[in-house]
């Protein structure tokens, strides 16, 4: 089994054993949300839940969801290409509770989850928290679980503001406080190393640290005044990223290097006659790699490049990809030759991919 089927096996299958449901992933557009291109999170899906405009058999669910980013509150385009670890399209791993269990189990089974069953060393692990602003308190809820329930040392906690540890889903819905787990990938990869004073941080800007997984505690609603008012009851929505886990149970320096992109990195290798780099010179590698598993599973989904809405934005993925391949002398058309390899690595898990390969 490769690697990536085997993570994704693993979170499922602990927790179904903690009574959530498998729920498949929503398709990448939308259904019933005019504010949302494509879907940017696990959650999208359960949103009328959180807002108790619907309901589920299940008060407890485990998925993997396909998410794209390239629009919108949540948009990682510009990062791709630079970043060893962002992406247009990923696959979010992700367990909810809606007004059931709350943070302390949400942290207590994602540590275990991490440390237990992946076997990540706790050494090389941080934790943040909610600081608080004149809108919501500090999360003291989440401290005390994080301290008791984990036995992580409190210098290995962090404090952040809203743009890090409070999530929303767009301008108007459902939001909370969150905590998240990041990863010290290492000494060696902080790009600024040499600048005089320079301290590696949680949520800093050297690459260092890495986030692994978001657990988002919602209990709010903020409307189309900007207004927030709690939610009757209180929900848990974690979403950790694929790629990023991969890269650590793999031991590489990059999602990019992991079995997940080699094969598209070797066609590209192989197309263009560019070596591959870690540095700048691999950015049209990995913006082509990137956005033909944005291009594919959109596509796969019924999205077609056109002049409006999301299939204007998928238009301009598909021109950033093809201008970056120009930079490795990729003249003609050249991103279809990477469907091959994509469905041989993603095809026997999503399946959208073999059916709509023509
Ligand atoms: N919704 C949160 C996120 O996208 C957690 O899944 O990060």
Redesign the pocket.
């Known amino acids: 089994m490769s690697k990536h089927s085997e993570i994704r096996n693993q979170f499922i299958g602990f927790f179904r054993e903690r009574g959530h449901t498998h729920v498949p992933s929503a398709p990448l557009v939308p259904q019933n949300d005019p504010t949302l291109l494509f879907t940017n999170?696990?959650?999208n899906q359960f949103k009328d839940v959180f807002l108790e405009q619907g309901s589920r058999s299940y008060s407890r669910a485990v998925n993997s969801q396909k998410c794209i980013r390239v629009s919108g509150k949540h948009n990682d385009l510009e990062l791709v290409g630079p970043s060893p670890s962002h992406h247009t399209f990923f696959e979010?791993l992700?367990n909810w509770s809606f007004g059931d269990y709350y943070k302390t189990e949400a942290i207590l089974w994602a540590w275990e989850l991490v440390t237990g069953v992946w076997g990540i060393d706790p050494n090389r692990l941080y934790a943040t928290v909610f600081a608080g602003d004149d809108e919501v308190p500090r999360d003291e809820e989440a401290l005390e679980a994080w301290t008791e329930q984990t036995g992580i040392s409190a210098d290995r906690i962090s404090f952040h503001g809203r743009k890090d540890n409070f999530?929303e889903?767009g301008e108007v819905g459902p939001c909370g406080p969150c905590s998240e787990i990041h990863i010290d990938l290492g000494a060696e990869f902080c790009r600024r190393k040499d600048e005089p004073g320079h301290r590696c941080a949680v949520n800093g800007d050297c690459g260092r640290m890495v986030e692994l997984w978001?657990l988002?505690f919602i209990q709010y609603r903020r409307d189309a005044e900007g207004i927030l008012h709690p939610l009757p009851r209180r929900h848990v929505?974690?979403?950790a990223g694929l790629e990023r886990i991969l890269m650590v149970m793999e031991g590489v320096r990059s999602n990019f290097e992991t079995s997940l992109f080699t094969p598209l990195i070797a066609q590209l290798v192989e197309l263009s006659g560019e070596p591959y780099h870690s540095d700048a010179r691999g950015i049209p590698h990995r913006v082509a790699a990137d956005h033909i598993r944005a291009l594919a599973f959109a596509l796969a989904d019924g999205v077609l490049p056109s002049n409006e809405g999301r299939g204007y934005v998928l238009r301009r993925v598909l021109r950033r990809a093809a201008r970056y391949g120009r930079e490795i002398g990729l003249e003609t058309p050249f991103l279809h030759r990477l469907v091959e390899p994509l469905v041989e690595v993603m095809g026997n898990d999503w399946h959208e991919l073999k059916e709509r390969y023509d």
């Open positions: 999170a696990g959650m979010m992700g999530w889903m978001n988002v929505d974690t979403g």
